[in-house]
């Protein structure tokens, strides 16, 4: 009571330059709990103070000042809605303001000074070409974007953010990849004619490096003009979309932010003081005044912004912002385009001029050339004739990643050399030629159909040859194309070696979704890759139809030796598949009745030689034949690889076939080194057996239904029907 105490406590909340916005200050006391208790509430969250065992004088009067005293210069700004309350309820312990009759000015000032929440959120300024792609070539200087902002207060946020994707192959090629050791992207700088380094030239700047992103920054204190983090990139960044937003806020923070496709963004944090700045300049593109190789790739969507909610602090928050914001990947597909280079039938010789079409489109990432060739004997014949050549830049030295996109060549050697290229790094690096070849087998001197196309989302590319009467396919397996905007196509002949001689029909270069194919199937609605044309090219052979009348019941009898069909089929190629089937129906009372039933050990039903002149059991006498035994059918086969002339295999039949109408068929691929047999009692499933076995090389084939086999076995007892035979690419199943 003699006047003793503390004049001034003091306590301090931090601003962080919060106070340059619209916020709230309570200041309370209450007697009775001996307390007092500070409330700010900034835009960005609340802050308090309490003070504890505080004694206030009791007193009728009190003083108000706001804005100034009579000590201190006063606040320099805007107030609004100021209140003093005295009385019960007027002190709080927590920092909630509100009360029925606004005693404080809260809600007041809330509703009215406060901007709307949605207000708070980014709005950066989209430039002036959208969702546009913007091309950014390694050796162009000019910039893509140039921005500049002038403000009479200081800024408190700044951001920008851009889609990106680097390109080998776009708008220029880079011969040997990503080699620089910097590439430049873009720069924030406070000084309208910038340097390369002072202080306040990298306010917020990127540069793609080798392996990462490369941010940099400046801090005044302690001061430098280079404060850098890096964000590693994947190992393939080959066409990857890429998001990256760069902001500072005046809190003491500079966030990076990139998102790699669909994978989840990644951060970089700089915990960073910049000058106050009422002047920015905002850069993108080129080479940074020729101090550094210039980006090789496209930029869209490019955002810049000095306002508040400029930047973003957070992947969560970058998440939130983008979420509904346009993106490169939400779109992408190109659609199936066909170019027709060849609409009808060429005849052409070695040294006749190549077949020369360019073709634009939007980086697909699936290609395929495809056409029809007939060779002739060129004399002399030279070591390699160019039958096509796909590449993504002009002039070819056909020694770079893309002179070989796809290619395919007639070589000495009897082959179809098919080739491509495949990189293995951003550097350069990677095979330019990946052959593999396809024994043509002298099949080129009739129509063939050729196939070659890729795929970047497989990685992989497929070549098919449909010879007359056969096929051909080769996999290319873990293939890395460039992505590219033009494709140069040379039909017959290319820059470098002697061309196709013969002929060249129904050409076409097929780019966009669905230009991948695998398999034999290249059927399209449009015949986009002229495949059907082949019923112009080759009379096209009905696997189904029989030889004889597929409605001739033949009557075969037990004691009959005179087969019900005998045919030879001829070739002036070496066949590769050929099969035969029929429906059978064993009985036993007819043509002719057992009386003792079935109790021979062999009853001859079939067999397809590839001896004109057979015997019994040489090679290539049982190339396909069936008998019926005791308790099963009797499938056999020879195999030249080993010598065996009889390989053998049983399917069991039911205990009762009397009158069960039997389906038989019996087939061999030279290609598949196989051998396949069906066979489907009545309603039953099918049954079959596989032999793994090479038959002797033949151009003929004779085939023997029913009968006695020469008198070297009882005959099957029954009848056949619904005969079919042939020796055609189609036979085998």
């Not at 990946?434 to 989302?457: A, C, M």
């Amino acid at each position: 009571m003699n006047g003793a105490g503390n004049p001034n406590m003091v306590s301090n909340i931090v601003h962080k330059n919060r106070h340059l916005e619209w916020f709230f200050v309570y200041f309370g006391y209450s007697k009775n709990e001996r307390k007092g208790f500070v409330g700010v509430k900034f835009t960005g969250g609340i802050e308090t103070i309490e003070y504890n065992n505080v004694n206030h004088y009791y007193t009728p009067y009190f003083y108000t000042f706001v804005g100034k005293d009579k000590q201190f210069p006063g606040f320099n700004g805007k107030i609004g809605y100021v209140n003093f309350a005295l009385g019960s309820g007027t002190f709080r312990k927590t920092p909630d303001f509100k009360h029925p009759n606004d005693v404080f000015g809260f809600d007041k000032g809330e509703s009215t000074l406060l901007k709307k929440p949605e207000s708070k959120k980014p709005q950066p300024i989209t430039d002036e070409t959208g969702e546009k792609q913007l091309p950014n070539a390694h050796n162009e200087n000019s910039p893509k974007v140039i921005k500049e902002f002038r403000s009479d207060v200081a800024f408190t946020e700044y951001g920008y953010g851009f889609w990106a994707r680097f390109l080998t192959a776009y708008p220029v090629k880079l011969p040997n990849g990503k080699n620089a050791p910097w590439y430049f992207m873009a720069r924030l700088t406070q000084h309208e004619n910038y340097d390369n380094i002072r202080m306040g030239d990298r306010i917020l700047a990127i540069w793609q490096g080798q392996g990462y992103y490369h941010f940099t920054t400046n801090n005044v204190q302690p001061a430098n003009p280079n404060v850098i983090r890096n964000i590693n990139y994947p190992s393939d960044i080959e066409g990857l979309w890429t998001h990256f937003y760069f902001s500072y806020s005046n809190t003491g923070k500079a966030v990076a932010i990139v998102k790699f496709g669909d994978l989840d963004p990644v951060s970089a944090e700089f915990p960073v003081k910049h000058p106050d700045l009422k002047y920015l300049k905002f850069i993108l593109g080129g080479k940074d005044q020729n101090r550094y190789p210039g980006f090789n790739g496209q930029f869209t969507q490019v955002v810049y912004s000095t306002s508040v909610g400029a930047f973003i602090d957070s992947v969560d928050s970058h998440k939130k912002f983008f979420a509904d914001k346009a993106s490169p990947l939400k779109g992408g597909k190109v659609p199936l385009s066909t170019t027709r280079i060849i609409d009808s039938q060429v005849d052409r010789q070695a040294n006749s001029d190549p077949t020369k079409t360019t073709v634009d489109t939007v980086f697909p990432k699936e290609y395929a050339f495809s056409g029809w060739f007939k060779w002739s004997q060129p004399t002399p014949q030279q070591a390699w004739h160019n039958l096509f050549r796909v590449q993504i830049s002009q002039p070819s030295t056909d020694r770079n990643l893309g002179d070989r996109t796809l290619a395919g060549w007639v070589g000495n050697g009897g082959i179809i050399h098919l080739t491509t290229y495949s990189y293995r790094n951003m550097n350069g690096a990677g095979p330019n030629n990946l052959p593999q070849d396809i024994p043509h087998k002298n099949r080129h001197f009739d129509w063939f159909f050729v196939y070659f196309g890729y795929n970047k989302n497989d990685k992989q590319g497929y070549a098919y040859i449909k010879w007359k009467d056969s096929d051909d396919n080769l996999d290319f397996k873990d293939i890395n194309h460039y992505f590219a905007n033009r494709y140069y196509v040379f039909t017959g002949r290319d820059a470098q070696f002697p061309g196709f001689n013969g002929k060249v029909a129904y050409v076409s270069f097929n780019v966009g979704e669905g230009a991948s194919r695998r398999g034999s199937d290249f059927s399209h609605p449009d015949d986009a890759f002229r495949f059907d044309k082949a019923g112009q090219l080759i009379p096209k052979v009905d696997p189904s139809k029989p030889k004889v009348d597929e409605n001739t019941v033949h009557v075969n009898k037990v004691d009959n030796n005179s087969p019900r069909v005998d045919d030879v089929l001829r070739s002036n190629d070496n066949l590769v598949e050929y099969g035969y089937g029929f429906w059978a129906r064993f009985l036993t009372a007819y043509p002719v009745r057992l009386i003792y039933g079935k109790n021979q050990p062999w009853y001859f039903v079939s067999r397809l030689t590839t001896n004109e002149d057979y015997d019994n059991v040489r090679m290539g006498d049982r190339a396909l034949a069936i008998w019926q035994g005791q308790g099963y059918y009797h499938f056999t086969t020879c195999n030249k690889q080993n010598g065996a002339v009889n390989v053998i295999q049983n399917i069991n039949y039911p205990n009762d076939i009397e009158g069960v109408w039997t389906y038989i068929y019996y087939s061999y691929s030279a290609e598949k080194k196989k051998a396949v047999a069906f066979i489907k009692y009545g309603s039953e499933d099918f049954k079959s057996i596989t032999h793994q076995v090479v038959h002797p090389t033949t151009q003929s084939v004779r085939f023997i239904l029913g009968g006695m086999d020469e008198k070297r076995y009882p005959a099957f007892n029954g009848v056949f029907t619904k005969v079919v035979y042939s020796h055609q690419v189609w036979s085998f199943c």
